[in-house]
């Protein structure tokens, strides 16, 4: 999904890149990370992040974070497209055997996690051991990991000990089981239950990043088991600072291996990026300096003034800066300033949380007070107002430029003020003396929308759903919280009516429908939605490559969406990204959340 293309990456495609030796972008040959330490690079986050334990967050903003510091068996290419995964720290792509079950993974040899005291003063070598362990965290129940759905029910041998940790309150990391299994230092064997075309991809999301064991128990806290507050990982940076909510600074990891940078254009935009960079000694800059700026116009402002180095225009700033032809206004361009515009792999939602007694259940009635939202929200409007026309309408849980998304669908829940007021006449949510509907049974009706922060966009939104909810007699109040808080309540299903989105973690649509898979309550289904008919054709998919079968198969669940009405899917953002001339190299990449180890800075003059 890069500038004035689509992404996509065929499960075929995949299949063929999988068991086959090449050569990757990344080396091993510098022993020391060839970062300069005067080159900083100043970024802003529009809201905070919520800590650094990769079994514990799932926010892209925190994700930043654990891309820079821990690091995955796999990755993608900064330029390829479609997008291409490679080695990051596997020597190649998994060996897989012919029932689609055993992989077989072989690692670098000579990685070494950042020095930290607990390391005793020796240098620490990444092993199979480490892999092992950290996906065994994602799986243990007493830390109830928001990323469990990586893994759950994939691994063999996996449910009996997880099992015994559910009975006993104790995990035991140290029992083999026939699912995970290290034959030597340096190679790691996954057998699945089922074949599952996606499972290279999942083993390139940030919380597979491998941990230290000795790292986890020594800085955990008591209470969650999560080490939030200091990363220790292999990757090419460390956290040096953090002010949490406000300020995160990250230095070159000086026991990084470094590599090469040789990555090829994909497109004739990207020959001038592979001029600026081919062959330099990668990361080039040594300190990321992350501060949080809620108002996205005080950022916007930061930028213009120098005090930011990349800039992620949202809201009503793209407007600001770019034509309608999406290139950047003549005011900007003659500065220097560069533009980087994809359309986003994700998707923008409204939901309703089904546990909810006031919103949730199965009952005809309270599908028809959810379906009546729907139809009265207009996604037009949140298009123009809200987004500014940086947008476009979405009308499935898939997005554009992912594996499944089908052009041609259309949802069945149309946006008719008149048709929910009809709807909800039916099913007798009458309109009361003060002028809003009220329950079948007469007792007042009144829907909590949660702000996930108290930002100015966020009120618009709040007050753009309550006119359109007060257009079929419906009252609104809105309560927001503190970002963090809000993606606890979502977690534990306390949630009423929120708006979300979901970013792809890979480009294929199994990433989008678990949103609403029963068994992801409490980790990413936060609509809290589970309906059998769902979950058995949600797994029938992830044993089909991508094609007119699986497609079918999404279709269908798609239709189960719109029917129930947990969600209303509403757009596909673009991301519009800016950089001050002095940045070299960036290109925004439509699956890993950070770029700057593959950039580099000028300094200033």
């Known amino acids: 999904m890069k500038q004035n293309f689509k992404l996509s990456i065929s499960r075929m495609g995949l299949a063929l890149l999988v068991g086959t030796t090449f050569a990757s972008a990344v080396s091993t040959a510098i022993a020391k990370s060839p970062a300069d330490p005067k080159k900083v690079l100043r970024y802003a986050f529009p809201v905070a992040e919520t800590g650094f334990d990769p079994v514990a967050v799932q926010d892209l903003y925190s994700a930043h974070i654990l891309y820079s510091v821990f690091e995955t068996l796999y990755t993608y290419d900064y330029l390829a497209s479609p997008a291409k995964l490679v080695p990051n720290t596997a020597v190649a792509l998994p060996e897989v055997s012919a029932d689609g079950l055993t992989y077989t993974i072989r690692l670098k040899k000579g990685i070494y996690f950042a020095s930290d005291p607990v390391f005793k003063g020796k240098r620490r070598e990444l092993t199979s051991a480490d892999y092992a362990y950290s996906y065994k965290r994602l799986l243990d129940p007493n830390l109830r990991s928001p990323n469990s759905w990586l893994f759950e029910d994939k691994i063999d041998g996996m449910d009996a000990l997880i099992q015994q940790a559910s009975k006993t309150g104790k995990f035991n990391y140290d029992q083999p089981i026939s699912g995970i299994q290290t034959p030597d230092s340096y190679t790691l064997v996954i057998r699945l239950k089922e074949p599952n075309h ?56 000086s026991d990084y291996r470094g590599f090469t940078w040789n ?22 800059i040594g300190v990321i300096d992350i501060r949080v700026i809620e108002e996205s116009q005080s950022g916007w402002l930061a930028f213009q003034k120098d005090g930011l180095d990349l800039f992620t225009l949202d809201g009503e700033l793209p407007a600001q800066a770019i034509q309608q032809d999406g290139s950047l206004k003549p005011e900007l361009a003659k500065k220097g300033v560069q533009l980087s515009r994809i359309p986003d792999p994700s998707i923008d939602y ?11 259940g199965f009952g005809k009635d309270k599908i028809a007070l959810r379906r009546a939202m729907s139809m009265a929200i207009s996604k037009e409007k949140f298009i123009s107002i809200l987004a500014k026309g940086n947008a476009k309408k979405l009308e499935s849980p898939i997005p554009y430029g992912v594996a499944g998304h089908d052009p041609d669908y259309k949802s ?25 509907r009220r329950f079948p049974d007469g007792k007042p009706l009144v829907i909590e929308f949660m702000p996930s922060t108290s930002s100015a966009r966020s009120m618009q939104m709040a007050e753009l759903l309550k006119k359109d909810l007060g257009n079929i007699k419906i009252n609104m109040v ?28 890979y480009p294929d649509a199994d990433n989008f429908m678990q949103l609403f898979y029963g068994k992801n309550i409490h980790a990413t289904n936060h609509t809290c939605f589970k309906l059998p008919e769902y979950d058995r054709l ?8 991508d094609g007119p079968e699986r497609d079918m198969l999404y279709r269908k669940m798609s239709r189960l969406l719109e029917f129930y009405s947990p969600v209303q899917f509403m757009s596909t953002r673009y991301r519009t990204v800016v950089a001050q001339p002095r940045v070299l190299g960036y290109k925004k990449h439509p699956i890993l959340p950070a770029e700057w180890m593959y950039i580099d800075i000028q300094d200033k003059k």
């Open 538 to 545: 949600y797994e029938q998919t992830l044993k089909l490559d």
């Open 412 to 436: 069945s829940v149309p946006y008719s003020v008149k048709a929910a007021n009809l709807l909800l006449d039916r099913y007798n949510y009458k309109v009361g003396a003060d002028g809003w």
């Open 478 to 505: 809105s309560k927001p919280v503190p970002f963090a808080e809000g993606l606890k309540a979502e977690k534990q299903c306390k949630t009423m009516f929120k708006a979300s989105a979901w970013i792809a973690d």
């Open 263 to 284: 990555f090829k254009a994909s497109s004739p935009d990207e020959q001038k990026i592979v001029q600026q960079m081919q062959g330099k000694k990668m990361p080039q």
């Open 350 to 360: 409204l939901y309703w949380n089904i546990q909810n007694p006031v919103v949730g």
């Open 198 to 253: 996606n499972f290279p991809m999942l083993l390139a999301h940030q919380p597979t990043g491998a941990v230290a064991r000795e790292v986890i128990e020594h800085y955990r806290d008591k209470t969650t088991g999560y080490a939030m507050a200091h990363p220790v990982g292999t990757g090419p940076y460390v956290l040096a600072h953090w002010t949490p909510g406000s300020r995160i600074i990250l230095k070159a990891n």
